[in-house]
């Protein structure tokens, strides 16, 4: 038995492609401009891509963790559905479950392939924990791609799968649809390590499969990865290859361009301009301490970003017209902690608070209170 557990490999991980030195893999987006995807699937890449609707698009590696087999991508500008996690963190054994990917690209659908099966275990191989066996069919390229309940929300990330001749040349059986994911804990776990502001919902109603499956093509890409370097560097955030702006920021006009401005008072701006404006990716500090590193528009904060404060307050999410807007997290170094909705600045729509004790308030806000029905309150009755 010992000999067998070296026939698992993370076979799903990439389909090299003779001609050009690229592998493939499969992403899904979690946040705006945030997708995950397997650790193996990057490993080593020197550039990477994700494919999309509008055209191939760099990505940037933000955090990856080859322990749990995790990675965090970041694609500027890119806009689009999010996936939705599944809360509470669990699944049943015996629960149905889907996947959709990008396997064996140029032999297979470019449009991906969805397939459904079970969970046939908690565990993955040798009892291991934060994995889970399913028996839906996966192929190399299905590396990173979401495993989804029967109502459509992500349960986990696939990941691998046993090598079926290798094991048969071993034992003399063939084995059938023995593959494993990511956990939906271990997920959650470090998407909020990495403080990203994902959106998690309860169970709902079971959907037809071709529901599911159409909710998956909305958030679910590929992935691209070209060729490692003899000596793998680690990953490098992808340049958006513009200019640098030139000229006296005070008398010129920049635009199109990537260039630094410091206000009399000391602020100052680094980053990327358009019709004399901070437009693109950039950063803004303050003497007294906040900083902003994200997006803007039309010298606005807008779009993904992290704002600190020199409290060590922080907040990580979307922004519109300046302020907090959409999907984010807030937190404080005395504990308090916000993830959930925000519009114009305040808790707005499906939330989670959770207290310096533990306790924790999920449910709905409107204009910075709770209001409605509580979803879940932990140790509290509080609506």
Avoid at 321 to 330: L, P, R, S
């Amino acid at each position: 038995m010992k000999s067998i557990l070296v026939v698992l490999f993370a076979v799903l991980a990439v389909l090299p492609c003779a001609k050009a030195q690229v592998s493939t893999g499969t992403a899904f987006s979690v946040a705006p401009q945030l997708l995950v995807t397997n650790h193996h699937v990057i490993s080593g890449c020197r550039a990477l891509s994700v494919i999309t609707p509008e055209g191939r698009r760099a990505a940037s590696v933000v955090s990856s963790e080859a322990s749990i087999d995790l990675a965090l991508l970041r694609v500027f500008g890119m806009r689009g559905a999010v996936a939705n996690l599944r809360t509470p963190r669990s699944v049943a054994l015996g629960e149905t479950i889907s996947v959709f990917g990008f396997p064996l690209t140029g032999t297979l659908s470019s449009s991906g392939n969805f397939t459904g099966g079970l969970v046939s275990s908690l565990q993955g191989l040798r009892n291991a924990a934060g994995e889970i066996q399913i028996t839906a069919p996966v192929q190399p390229g299905n590396s990173g791609g979401p495993v989804m309940d029967a109502s459509g929300l992500v349960v986990g990330v696939v990941q691998s799968k046993l090598d079926a001749v290798r094991a048969a040349a071993l034992t003399g059986d063939m084995p059938q649809n023995v593959n494993f994911a990511v956990a939906l804990d271990v997920l959650a776990d470090f998407l909020e390590m990495n403080q990203v502001p994902f959106r998690s919902s309860p169970r709902g109603a079971s959907l037809d499969t071709a529901q599911v499956a159409r909710m998956a093509q909305q958030f679910t890409y590929r992935v691209e990865c070209e060729g490692a370097p003899a000596s793998p560097a680690p990953p490098q955030q992808a340049s958006r290859g513009l200019p640098p702006c030139l000229g006296d920021p005070a008398t010129s006009f920049w635009t199109n361009c990537v260039g630094t401005f410091t206000a009399p008072n000391g602020e100052k701006y680094a980053g990327e301009w358009r019709d004399d404006k901070y437009h693109g990716q950039g950063t803004y500090t303050i003497p007294s301490g906040q900083k902003y590193v994200g997006e803007f528009r039309d010298d606005k904060r807008d779009g993904q970003g992290t704002y600190t404060f020199p409290d060590g307050k922080k907040y990580v999410g979307e922004f519109r017209d300046d302020k907090y807007h959409g999907q984010g997290t807030f937190t404080t170094p005395d504990g308090p902690k916000y993830v959930g909705e925000f519009r114009d600045g305040q808790y707005h729509g499906r939330g989670t608070y959770t207290y310096p004790d533990g306790e924790k308030y999920v449910g709905e806000y409107k204009e910075d209170n709770k209001n409605g029905l509580v979803v879940r309150s932990i140790n509290t009755v509080t609506k």
